[in-house]
């Protein structure tokens, strides 16, 4: 049977996004097609941060069933590389709800079972975002200074991404580089109008890993 590269599966509140604070069990894939180098799971990708776990689907499975959680996450790294696993996933579950976190380049093939994508564009690469704006996708910007929140509107009025669906995400791998961005994120957002996903996870256990 083939094995799922596997980073991280734990239980925890959805700590960014419109379904903040929802209970969830992150499934965290290994491996990505970027490299941010303000990724804050770079160990989910970077053989020098952390390594996979190869583990079977059974396994998986009988992990995400022990936290009695029904709303899945799958997490990356880069999930949308691992679609035919997330499908195989979520056929042995039959969860109540799907999110997947995503940088948005990969086509897919998975929307039938998927609730709600995630999409983070990284504009600091080439890379084409190839997700689709629609009622399933949410658009999460991280913002540092005020042209990183024009540079997010631009993007969402050329693919006419509507306000509601779109998010301003401080940088930070820590609460303190959080909260020393958050009064930048909050000014733009409230220009802009929309909305601010404030990583509720690093804000209670600051850079703290699986809660």
Same mark, same amino acid.
């Given at each position: 049977m083939q094995k799922i590269p596997i980073s991280e599966i734990f239980s925890s509140l959805q700590g960014e996004g419109v379904r903040l604070g929802i209970p969830s069990v992150f499934i965290r894939f290994w491996g990505c097609n970027l490299s941010c180098e303000f990724c804050d799971s770079e160990f989910s990708w970077n053989a020098k941060k952390g390594k996979p776990h190869h583990t079977t689907q059974d396994e998986v499975i009988k992990k995400i069933k022990s936290f009695g959680v029904k709303n899945l996450i799958f997490t990356g790294g880069e999930p949308m590389l691992h679609q035919k696993h997330i499908r195989d996933i979520c056929s042995a579950i039959s969860p109540d709800f799907v999110e997947v976190e995503t940088n948005g380049t990969q086509i897919s093939r998975i929307d039938d $079972? @998927? /609730?709600?994508f995630n999409v983070s564009?990284?504009? #600091?690469?080439? *890379?084409? @975002?190839? +997700?689709q704006p629609n009622e399933?996708? &949410?658009?999460?910007? $991280? !913002? %540092? /200074?005020?042209? #990183?929140?024009?540079?997010? $509107?631009? &993007?969402c009025n050329e693919h006419m991404i509507e306000k509601e669906n !779109? +998010?301003?995400?401080?940088?930070?791998? =820590? %609460?303190?580089? $959080?909260?020393? =961005? *958050? /009064? @930048?994120? *909050?000014?733009?957002? *409230?220009?802009?109008? @929309? %909305?601010i996903s404030p990583r509720l996870h690093i804000l209670l256990w600051n850079d703290k890993r699986a809660v």
């Open positions: $079972i @998927v /609730d709600q564009p990284k504009f #600091d690469f080439s *890379m084409p @975002v190839l +997700l399933k996708t &949410y658009w999460k910007f $991280i !913002i %540092r /200074d005020k042209k #990183d929140s024009l540079q997010a $509107i631009n &993007y !779109i +998010l301003f995400q401080p940088e930070g791998k =820590t %609460r303190e580089e $959080i909260l020393a =961005t *958050m /009064d @930048v994120v *909050m000014s733009e957002a *409230m220009k802009h109008n @929309v %909305r």
